[in-house]
């Protein structure tokens, strides 16, 4: 399978894929959760040359993943670190084929390209993918509720 990644761009109807992804995996976890705002934060993501951007990922054509690279997911913890990583989803049948770390590499090398010197990101489960893929924990989750934070030197 070729697997292919692009810079989502904001007149693109990959918007629309992303935001249904995003919409089934998480607005459930959001009372307020509203998806006109979620599509605007979406295409407020959509730089090609600074932060924020938005990467998707395809397979022989069809697109199965997503991750941005953003300044507004942040942990309170560390406000003042990023830019943080956001909405890293890939569907069920693409995973564990390796989309999400190529996911994550294109991401990193971007990111450094623009002259990031470190990524940051928030997980509650996906913790040990990160860890995986290179990623080093800078507070781990301690109880049910709680994120765990890593970061990355680029
Ligand atoms: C987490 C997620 C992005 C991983 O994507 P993926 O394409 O399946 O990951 P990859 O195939 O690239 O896996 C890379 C490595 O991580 C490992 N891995 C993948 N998911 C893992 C998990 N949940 N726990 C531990 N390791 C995991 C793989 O085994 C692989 O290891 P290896 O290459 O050393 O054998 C995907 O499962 C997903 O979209 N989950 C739902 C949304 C989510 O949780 N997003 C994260 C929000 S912070």
């Not at 693109?12 to 998806?35: F, Q």
């Amino acid at each position: 399978m070729e697997l292919t990644i692009d810079m989502l761009r904001v007149d693109s109807p990959l918007v629309d894929t992303v935001l249904g992804w995003h919409w089934r995996e998480w607005s459930h976890e959001h009372d307020d959760a509203d998806l006109d705002a979620w599509r605007r934060h979406i295409v407020e993501r959509t730089n090609l040359d600074r932060v924020p951007f938005t990467l998707v990922a395809h397979l022989d054509g069809t697109p199965v993943g997503s991750l941005a690279v953003c300044d507004d997911d942040r942990d309170d913890r560390f406000l003042d670190r990023g830019p943080w990583l956001s909405g890293m989803f890939v569907i069920g049948p693409a995973r564990n084929l390796g989309v999400g770390r190529a996911l994550l590499r294109t991401a990193e090398e971007q990111a450094r390209g623009l002259g990031v010197p470190e990524l940051w990101l928030r997980t509650g489960e996906a913790g040990p993918f990160y860890d995986r893929c290179g990623w080093i924990y800078v507070a781990r989750k301690e109880q049910v509720q709680d994120d765990a934070v890593m970061r990355r030197t680029l």
